[in-house]
């Protein structure tokens, strides 16, 4: 006997069979563990780093990435993480699951103190702590068919209305990279005033500095003092002068 035929000689069974499977996907669905944003549990090993008065760059290039380099290869460490603010280096090591936290955080400070010699003179030691990171974690990606530079604009100005959100601890943007400006020059105007390329670049990036000037105490408060002249848009490169003529 198919089926088909069976259903129609016994409607009524067939109806409480359909029933009773209806009512048991809904009892099973009600207790599927099923959360919008799922809660995300997280063993990690965080070396902290204070320097005083350093740009986001030097901290980057003179503290985080020599620290990431030395524990790249230790064992029992799933991947990676590195902010590098003003003054403050922050990297965070995810451990493999399974792996013994407290011993990976010794393996890692031990690492660090080897090259602690190698980090600049007025870097703070670095601290390293373990511990359980458990938080909801949502991950946003902008993506577009426009320029690098408008696509950079719109991933800032995301980010800063995100940081305004009530419940928002934490934004953290990668990829945007940093803005690239183009000279071009004028060979007439060269001869002219008897400049030369290598001149033209020297005087950029002589003139493009953010550099740490350490920090200055005041009773119980301390400053942070910097020599700032960061090119950050297309007109701050009219106002450098190249060349003055002799007075």
Same mark, same amino acid.
């Given at each position: ?21 209806? !009512?048991? %996907? #809904? ?7 099923? /959360?919008?944003?799922? &809660? +995300?549990?997280? @063993? ?29 290869? !230790?064992? %029992? #460490? ?7 603010? /003003?003054?403050?280096? &922050? +990297?965070?090591? @995810? ?46 990606? +902008? ?17 800063d209305q995100v940081k305004l959100v009530q419940g928002v601890d934490n934004v953290v943007t990668s990829g945007l990279g940093d803005p690239v400006f183009w000279v071009y020059v004028d060979p007439v105007k060269m001869r002219q005033y008897e400049i030369t390329l290598e001149q033209i ?47």
């Amino acid at each position: 006997m198919h089926i088909a035929e069976f259903s129609v000689k016994n409607p009524v069974l067939v109806n409480l069979l359909m029933g009773a499977i209806l !009512i048991v %996907g #809904i009892m099973a669905a009600s207790r599927l563990p099923l /959360e919008l944003f799922p &809660s +995300i549990k997280l @063993e990690l090993v965080s070396v902290t780093t204070v320097f005083p008065g350093a740009s986001a760059e030097d901290v980057e290039k003179l503290v985080s990435i020599p620290i990431e380099d030395e524990i790249n290869d !230790i064992s %029992g #460490i799933k991947v990676i993480r590195s902010t590098s603010s /003003e003054g403050l280096s &922050s +990297i965070l090591a @995810e451990i493999e699951a399974g792996e013994d936290t407290q011993k990976l955080a010794q393996d890692i400070r031990s690492e660090v103190a080897k090259i602690q010699d190698k980090l600049p003179e007025d870097a703070e030691e670095p601290i390293t702590e373990e511990f359980d990171a458990n938080f909801p974690l949502i991950s946003v990606a +902008i993506a577009g068919d426009v320029s690098k530079e408008t696509l950079r604009a719109y991933s800032l100005r995301f980010e800063d209305q995100v940081k305004l959100v009530q419940g928002v601890d934490n934004v953290v943007t990668s990829g945007l990279g940093d803005p690239v400006f183009w000279v071009y020059v004028d060979p007439v105007k060269m001869r002219q005033y008897e400049i030369t390329l290598e001149q033209i670049a020297s005087v950029i990036d002589q003139k493009n500095l953010d550099l740490p000037g350490g920090a200055v105490e005041q009773g119980d408060a301390e400053f942070l003092v910097r020599v700032t002249g960061r090119v950050e848009k297309v007109e701050d490169l009219l106002y450098i002068p190249v060349k003055r003529n002799p007075d």
